[in-house]
C-alpha cells in the first residue's frame, strides 16, 4: 500500500513539472535568418557541451520517458532554450522529434542552430549543405542559405582583419566544393592564395568566374604576377638548346624536382606542371619534402577531377632554375615512359621553340 502511494505521489509530481514546462510563456527569439551578424552563435566548442555527446541518433535514457509523455514543443521555444545553453535537452528532443517527423524545417534549422554551437564551424556548415539538399518548404531553403552565408562572412571578415589568409583559403576550399557557383567564395578565396603567392592556385580559381567579370579584373590588377626571374648560366649566346627524346609524336624532357630526376612530356595546353601520384609517392619516399597548398578542381581528359597541390623548392632544366613551382599530383595521371607533364606555369618564362629536326627544347 505504502509503495502504491509513492509510486503515485511521484507520478504526480513528473506530470506537474512536465505540465510547467510546457506553459512557460519565454520571449519570442528571432529567426535564424533575422539574426544580427553579431549575435550569431559562436562557431568553436562551446564549454557547457562537449562534441562527443552531439550525435543526433542519442537520446539520454533520463530523457527518454519526459519526451515520450510531452506534447512536441515549438521550435522557438527550442530556441529559447538553445540561447540559455541547455544543449542536451534540445538534442534529445530534436533527436526524438526528427526520427518521427524528418523533414520538419523549423527542427531542423533549430539542428543547425545546435550544430554551429557544439561542432567545428566546417562542420556544422557541411550540415548545412546537407540540409539544402532536403525537401524543405522554400522559405527554409532561403533562410537556411542566408544563414550559411552570413556565418562565413562573418568568419571571413575576422580573418582578413587578422590577415589569416592559411585559415581562410582551409575554410573555402572544402566550401567551394559544396556551392561551386557561390561567387563570393571564389574570390575570397582567389584573394586568399594571392596574399599567399600562390599565383597559379589563384588563377585557377579565378577561372570560375567569366574572365571579364569586374571583380575577376579588379583582383587581377591588385595582384599582378611578377614573373620569376630564371636563374641563367652565363652565356651570350641564345637561344639555349635543350636535349629532348621523342616518343611518338611527343617529346620528353629531364628535369630535376628537388635533386630528384624525373621525365616529363611537353605539354603546352597545360596551364600547370603536373605529376602522377605514383610519382609523388615514390619521391616521397626518397626524400621530397614538398609543400602542400591545398586541394583544387581541375579538367583533364577524363573530366573533372580533384588534385593536390605542392609546391617544389627548385625545379632545374638544364642550366636552368625555377625556385618554387607549384606542381599538381593528378590521381589518374599515366603516361607511357613519362613521369608528368610540363606545364606552362614553367615554360612561360622564356620564348621556347620546340626544334624537331634536332631534337631540342630552344630557350631564350
Not at 564551424?121 to 550540415?127: E, G, H, K, R, V
Request: glycine share 4%; net charge negative; charged share 20%.
Amino acid at each position: 500500500m505504502k509503495q502504491s502511494f509513492l509510486f503515485t505521489a511521484l507520478l504526480l509530481s513528473l506530470s506537474a513539472n512536465i505540465y510547467l514546462l510546457l506553459q512557460r510563456k519565454d520571449v519570442p527569439v528571432l529567426p535564424v535568418s533575422e539574426l544580427p551578424l553579431n549575435q550569431l552563435p559562436p562557431p568553436l566548442m562551446t564549454p557547457q557541451q562537449d562534441s562527443k555527446n552531439t550525435s543526433p541518433q542519442t537520446v539520454s535514457k533520463a530523457n527518454q520517458a519526459q519526451i515520450a509523455a510531452l506534447q512536441w514543443p515549438t521550435a522557438e521555444w527550442l530556441k529559447a532554450q538553445l540561447e540559455r545553453g541547455h544543449m542536451v535537452m534540445v538534442e534529445d528532443i530534436l533527436s526524438a522529434y526528427l526520427q518521427e517527423f524528418p523533414n520538419d524545417g523549423d527542427y531542423l534549422l533549430v539542428e543547425s542552430a545546435l550544430y554551429h554551437q557544439t561542432r567545428p564551424l566546417i562542420d556544422a556548415l557541411s550540415y548545412d549543405y546537407q540540409l539544402l539538399d532536403r525537401p524543405l518548404p522554400g522559405q527554409d531553403i532561403d533562410r537556411l542559405r542566408k544563414y550559411i552565408y552570413q556565418q562565413v562572412l562573418e568568419t571571413v571578415s575576422a580573418l582578413r582583419q587578422k590577415a589569416d589568409w592559411v585559415a581562410i583559403a582551409e575554410l573555402l576550399e572544402p566550401l567551394l566544393q559544396l556551392d561551386p557557383l557561390y561567387k563570393p567564395y571564389i574570390l575570397w578565396l582567389a584573394e586568399a592564395y594571392a596574399e599567399q603567392d600562390y599565383m597559379s592556385l589563384f588563377e585557377d580559381t579565378l577561372a570560375n568566374i567569366l574572365p571579364q567579370d569586374p571583380d575577376a579584373l579588379r583582383l587581377r590588377k591588385k595582384y599582378q604576377p611578377t614573373p620569376l626571374e630564371p636563374i641563367t648560366p652565363n652565356r651570350q649566346t641564345p637561344p639555349v638548346g635543350i636535349p629532348l627524346t621523342r616518343s611518338g609524336s611527343h617529346f620528353l624532357l629531364d628535369v630535376n624536382l628537388d635533386n630528384h630526376p624525373l621525365s616529363l612530356l611537353i605539354d603546352t595546353g597545360a596551364s600547370v606542371t603536373s605529376i602522377s601520384r605514383h610519382t609523388f609517392l615514390q619521391l616521397q619516399q626518397q626524400g621530397l619534402r614538398a609543400k602542400k597548398l591545398g586541394i583544387t578542381q581541375v579538367s583533364t581528359g577524363n573530366g573533372n577531377t580533384r588534385a593536390e597541390v605542392i609546391q617544389i623548392n627548385r625545379l632545374t632544366l638544364g642550366e636552368y632554375q625555377l625556385e618554387k613551382v607549384n606542381v599538381l599530383v593528378l590521381p589518374d595521371l599515366a603516361l607511357d615512359g613519362a613521369d608528368g607533364l610540363l606545364g606552362m606555369n614553367v615554360l612561360k618564362h622564356w620564348q621556347f621553340q620546340l626544334d624537331q629536326v634536332n631534337n631540342q627544347l630552344l630557350l631564350d
